[in-house]
């Protein structure tokens, strides 16, 4: 289960440019997560969607700033959608699509593994997670929790040739690849190792352009342009 095929391409590639084209789009509120962790009762109540519009921060400018999770796909939401979460019968692993409401539902990420510590009315997410929405701090943007199949193939493109020259690259990859529950094709994450940040475009995913991971890694044979 999970990833258990890798592939790199490390080409050029402007930092924190937007694919050419927008990221392909499908619906995957039938999908399952393959395991339910819940009691009978709640497994045979429909599950609910929550939607919402929330105004995007940064972990940078929370109290303390927590600059490490800039290298995460993950969030932090209001402590009072929890409950509303679990009202709805929303299925714990929780992950969100969340998108600019200025590109009609074409400009979107995907988030997981969320915290519940932020202030009321705000979404937190890292860094690269505004340059691919398309947003600035402060502007709002749209949520909605969604399920995702699990991921078995990532493509990803490094946007520097430096990047090979790391003897432990695919060790490097397979581990902090684990603080992104969920990719989303046109992503372009960034990953710290020891002083340097290294980012990825996300240019294929199989078998479809968003997937949820929740396993282990387990790298192929990577291949470098």
Request: charged share 25%.
């Amino acid at each position: 289960p999970g990833m258990n095929f890798f592939s790199n391409f490390f080409g050029g590639g402007s930092r924190n440019q937007p694919p050419p084209h927008p990221p392909h789009h499908a619906h995957f509120d039938d999908a399952h997560y393959g395991h339910d962790e819940f009691e009978d009762d709640d497994a045979r109540r429909p599950r609910g969607q929550y939607e919402d519009q929330l105004q995007l921060m940064g972990w940078s400018f929370t109290h303390p700033p927590r600059h490490e999770k800039n290298y995460t796909a993950k969030v932090s939401l209001p402590q009072s959608l929890l409950p509303r979460l679990l009202h709805l019968n929303v299925h714990s692993p929780f992950i969100f699509r969340i998108e600019n409401p200025l590109y009609d539902g074409a400009v979107y990420t995907h988030a997981g593994a969320p915290e519940f510590d932020a202030e009321e009315g705000t979404i937190v997410v890292p860094h690269w997670m505004s340059v691919k929405l398309r947003a600035d701090f402060f502007d709002m943007v749209k949520i909605r929790t969604v399920s995702l199949p699990k991921g078995c193939f990532v493509k990803l493109k490094g946007h520097s040739s430096e990047y090979a020259q790391l003897s432990d690259l695919r060790a490097v990859l397979e581990v902090k690849l684990k603080e992104f529950p969920c990719l989303t094709t046109g992503d372009s994450i960034i990953i710290r190792h020891l002083d340097l940040d290294m980012e990825f475009t996300v240019v294929e995913l199989r078998a479809i352009p968003q997937v949820f991971l929740d396993a282990g890694l387990d790298l192929d044979d990577a291949g470098f342009d």
